[in-house]
C-alpha cells in the first residue's frame, strides 16, 4: 500500500506559465509535508514545509495543504526552464513513527 | 550555516567485495541523521537513522549496516555487495525528527 503518491509525469509547461503539482496520502494523522526539488543527478534540495491547512507562499512558490482530503501541492509561477526538475514529496504520517516517507516524484519540463 | 558532506562521490565496487560511505555534518550538535537509496528511477527509500551516538535504527532487512561513532559522523557500510545494492546513496540530517531534512551531495554505487 503506497503511503504517498504523485503523479510520475512528465509534467510539460510552457515558460511563464503555472505549473501545479499534486501529492495525496494515506495517513490521515500526518503532519507534516514537504516538497523538494531534484535536478537529475543531484541530491533532493528542500524548497517549502507546510503543517497547517491553507496556502504557503515563498516567492514563485505555493504550497496548498488540505488534510481533510489528504492532498499537498505545490504552485510554481513564472515557471522557467531552470524548473525542470523531479518533484518529490514527503510525509511524516501520524501513526507511522517519525520518519519522512517520500512519494515517486513528478518529472516537470518548462519548455522554452 | 550548516554543511554535510559525503564521500566519495561515485563508486565502482564488484560484486562481493565490502563498503564504507562516510557522511559528516558541520555547524550542528545532536543532529538525526539519516541513509538514504535511491535506485534508478525510484523514489527515496529510507534505510537507517541515528538520533544520537551508537544509536541506528534500520527501516528495512538488507544487507548494510550502519554506524555512528561520533555526534556528527554516520558511515555505511556492507561486508559484501550485492548486485541490486547499486545506487545512489543519500545521507540527510534534521534538527528533530519532526522537521526538514537536508541533503548531502550523494554517493552514486555501481555494483559489477
Known amino acids: 500500500q503506497k503511503e504517498v503518491e504523485q503523479n510520475s509525469g512528465p509534467l510539460s509547461v510552457p515558460e511563464g506559465a503555472i505549473a501545479s503539482l499534486n501529492c495525496t496520502y494515506s495517513d490521515r494523522g500526518s503532519q507534516s509535508f514537504f516538497w523538494y526539488r531534484q535536478y537529475s543527478g543531484k541530491s533532493p534540495e528542500l524548497i517549502m514545509s507546510i503543517y497547517s491547512n491553507g496556502d504557503k507562499e515563498d516567492g514563485r512558490f505555493t504550497a496548498q495543504l488540505n488534510k481533510a482530503s489528504q492532498y499537498v501541492s505545490l504552485l510554481i509561477r513564472d515557471s522557467q526552464p531552470s524548473d525542470s526538475a523531479t518533484y518529490l514529496c514527503?510525509?511524516?504520517?501520524?501513526?507511522?513513527?517519525?520518519?519522512?516517507?517520500f512519494g515517486p516524484g513528478t518529472r516537470l519540463s518548462v519548455l522554452p | 550555516s550548516q554543511t554535510i558532506h559525503q564521500w566519495p562521490a561515485t563508486l565502482v565496487q564488484p560484486v562481493g567485495s565490502p563498503l564504507s560511505l562516510e557522511c559528516t555534518v558541520e555547524g550542528t550538535s545532536n543532529p538525526n541523521l539519516y541513509w538514504y537509496r535511491q535506485a534508478a528511477g525510484r523514489g527515496l527509500q529510507l534505510l537507517f537513522y541515528s538520533v544520537g551516538i551508537g544509536q541506528i535504527s534500520s527501516e528495512v532487512p538488507q544487507n548494510l549496516s550502519a554506524s555512528r561513532p561520533q555526534d556528527r559522523q554516520f558511515i555505511l557500510s556492507s561486508k559484501k555487495l550485492l548486485l541490486s545494492d547499486s545506487g545512489f546513496y543519500l545521507c540527510a540530517w534534521s534538527g528533530t525528527l519532526y522537521n526538514e531534512q537536508f541533503f548531502g551531495p550523494g554517493t552514486r554505487l555501481t555494483v559489477l
Open positions: 514527503a510525509v511524516i504520517p501520524g501513526n507511522y513513527g517519525q520518519n519522512f516517507v
